[in-house]
């Protein structure tokens, strides 16, 4: 079969997963002058299908297996391969830990490394581009020669380049254990960490920034000490201390590092007058019907939604499972160029385009959330500074007195 001949059949393919994989895998086995499972009759060495079972206990099946090659999984098209690659790690262990682990949704094919002592590496494959013959030699190593991919980075490696550059700042300050465990938090905050407990997601803010802004961290992330922490899951809390209302409040209150403000949370957060109903002592359920509530926490989404496009758009990035599961999947650059493209899309750099005719979409965005706050205080959208200030002063007075 030549690569004209795979690429033409497959491109043309509808048919479901179980139906076309063995069928696609076997045509690859062809384009590449490689044997079938199928010349295995034991199955004790290459096979589809082969039983393993979970760390987890539960049986399964990689639905193709070469010992010592690789694992490999199947999706439809436009499949979840993060997922597939997730269930692939599950089965690594039982599976003799192959070198590589490998997921098709049959329109791309992507393979990643799984050395011990290793990082992981990945390459991608579209189907179209398997008349490349350097695509065609990447693909002919999976089968035959998986040490040609190994990566020449070692975890050993990452572990030096830790110590290398990370223990100088620990080692010799005061506290006797952050000398000795230097690689680890130097105090873990007990009581927030309490408060994220059980939280899929938590609100995050930088204490010192040009801008401030506010985002979404996940729960199975810990924030350094360069993190104003929220313990609130809600987007309607996210969205008004997203407003400006709350961005007023914390510039005049807060304090500053040269010429940055600083988000101190004593005096810019815990006195703060959020709209009444919608104050953060109470549960998010507690105002869910709330009208308001509804707005606001539509309003916040849409702008983090439009924001995160901005910063990873799909055509630059792809989402990687983390080895261990259960970690946020790890947002990687597709290629360079890509790369070079991404270190420009900054928060920074894009709140930056505010009041410029590149950010008029941005503008947009926070002037509906700050429309929707702005009706839930009862106030006009287009109070002044000097208006919204005094008035969230009179509402703190008026809820501090006994």
């Known amino acids: 079969m030549t690569p004209a001949e795979f690429i033409a059949k497959w491109q043309a393919s509808t048919r479901n997963e179980r139906a076309a994989c063995q069928e696609h895998f076997i045509d690859l086995c062809r384009l590449l002058d490689e044997p079938t499972p199928n010349s295995d009759p034991t199955g004790e060495d290459y096979a589809f299908e082969k039983g393993a079972t979970k760390f987890t206990g539960e049986d399964g099946w990689a639905d193709v297996w070469r010992r010592n090659r690789f694992a490999w999984e199947y999706k439809k098209k436009r499949g979840?391969?993060?997922?597939?690659?997730?269930?692939?790690?599950?089965?690594?262990?039982?599976?003799?830990?192959?070198?590589?682990?490998?997921?098709?949704?049959?329109?791309?094919?992507?393979?990643?490394?799984?050395?011990t002592n290793a990082v992981t590496?990945?390459?991608?494959?579209?189907?179209?581009e398997l008349a490349n013959p350097l695509r065609l030699r990447l693909s002919k190593n999976v089968f035959s020669d998986p040490e040609q991919l190994r990566p020449a980075r070692t975890r050993q490696a990452l572990t030096e380049q830790a110590a290398q550059h990370v223990k100088p700042t620990r080692v010799g300050k005061r506290e006797e254990r952050t000398n000795r465990c230097w690689w680890l938090f130097q105090w873990p905050r007990p009581v927030m960490r309490a408060a994220l407990s059980g939280l899929a997601r938590f609100i995050v803010t930088p204490e010192v920034s040009k801008h401030r802004i506010f985002a979404w961290a996940p729960g199975s992330v810990c924030p350094d000490k360069n993190l104003i922490v929220i313990a609130r899951d809600d987007d309607t809390?996210?969205?008004?201390?997203?407003?400006?209302?709350?961005?007023m409040w914390a510039l005049r209150l807060g304090s500053s590092l040269e010429d940055?403000?600083?988000?101190?949370?004593?005096?810019?957060?815990?006195?703060?007058?959020?709209?009444?109903?919608?104050?953060?002592?109470?549960?998010?359920p507690s105002y869910a019907d709330s009208p308001h509530a509804q707005v606001i926490a539509a309003a916040a989404r849409e702008l983090v939604e439009k924001r995160d496009a901005w910063l990873n758009p799909p055509d630059l990035v792809e989402r990687v499972p983390e080895v261990v599961p259960g970690f946020p999947d790890r947002t990687v650059p597709r290629n360079?160029?890509?790369?070079?493209l991404l270190k420009t899309r900054t928060l920074t750099n894009l709140y930056n385009m505010r009041g410029t005719p590149e950010g008029v979409w941005l503008d947009n965005l926070h002037r509906a959330l700050d429309e929707a706050v702005a009706a839930a205080y009862g106030w006009p959208a287009d109070l002044s500074?000097?208006?919204?200030?005094?008035?969230?002063?009179?509402?703190?007075?008026?809820?501090?007195a006994p």
């Open 385 to 400: 500074d000097d208006e919204i200030l005094s008035r969230l002063l009179k509402l703190n007075r008026a809820r501090a």
């Open 260 to 284: 940055r403000p600083r988000y101190t949370p004593s005096t810019t957060f815990e006195t703060f007058p959020f709209p009444e109903d919608l104050t953060p002592n109470l549960p998010a």
């Open 336 to 340: 360079p160029k890509a790369a070079a």
């Open 80 to 115: 979840d391969l993060n997922a597939a690659y997730r269930q692939l790690l599950l089965y690594g262990g039982p599976l003799g830990n192959p070198p590589l682990l490998v997921v098709s949704d049959i329109a791309r094919i992507v393979i990643r490394t799984n050395f």
């Open 237 to 247: 809390t996210l969205g008004v201390l997203h407003s400006r209302f709350h961005e």
């Open 121 to 128: 590496e990945t390459h991608e494959i579209p189907l179209a």
